[in-house]
């Protein structure tokens, strides 16, 4: 556990998270500030690019770039992922295949209760399930707010949790007066692709694009 992003990276991520937000609470017609419902409903999670992008943008790291430098996301959030020193340890861990394969945020809201928490769970559960040759994957879990104890570990905005994808874990509700922001990206070792199609799963960018 090491702070990774610096202060002016750690607002380029929460302005996004905010915007991200802020779109899905129009899209979900929750009118008031300080309805949440529909945060927990969701599970607390945002994905940066809806799953509708299609293989293009999750294969090619240009298309992607494209997509994912357009309101409401942030351009300088590319540049975290494709050149920073997340994306050195990214490497360092996984090999120079390494593919950026989820990109989410954890939005937990304040006083969420047991709705936010997390029970124990292994984050390639779900690949159990899908016809794929699987691949080592890690979260790199990165706070964006200072957390306290009351909202799980105390730690600075900007910190980063690595998990490898099959550590079980789980986390406690937002307890406190604050939103809990988070995100969460996760990488691959290697594009996680349907057996039968190809087709990538979710995400499948490489992270070095050796053709640049
Ligand atoms: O942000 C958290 O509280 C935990 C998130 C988590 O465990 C997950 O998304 O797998």
Not at 121 to 136: A, K, T, Y
């Amino acid at each position: 556990m090491s702070v990774i992003l610096s202060g002016k990276n750690v607002e380029v991520q929460e302005k996004e998270c905010d915007t991200i937000l802020e779109v899905a609470r129009d899209a979900a017609s929750a009118h008031t500030a300080t309805d949440w419902h529909w945060v927990t409903e969701r599970g607390c999670i945002f994905e940066a690019l809806p799953s509708s992008v299609g293989p293009l943008v999750a294969c090619s790291q240009p298309e992607f770039v494209k997509h994912r430098s357009a309101w409401p996301l942030s351009r300088k959030t590319c540049d975290i992922i494709f050149a920073s020193s997340l994306k050195n340890l990214v490497v360092e861990l996984l090999g120079r295949e390494a593919c950026i394969f989820n990109d989410q945020y954890i939005i937990k809201p304040p006083h969420a209760g047991e709705l936010s928490a997390f029970p124990w769970h292994q984050d390639s559960n779900w690949l159990r399930e899908c016809d794929v040759e699987v691949q080592p994957y890690l979260s790199a879990w990165i706070a964006l707010d200072d957390m306290m104890e009351d909202m799980m570990l105390t730690i600075p905005a900007g910190t980063l949790v690595i998990m490898s994808s099959t550590l079980m874990h789980s986390s406690l509700p937002n307890i406190s007066n604050h939103l809990r922001r988070a995100w969460m990206p996760q990488f691959s070792a290697r594009p996680i692709v349907n057996c039968k199609t190809g087709v990538p799963l979710a995400l499948a960018v490489l992270l070095i694009n050796e053709g640049s």
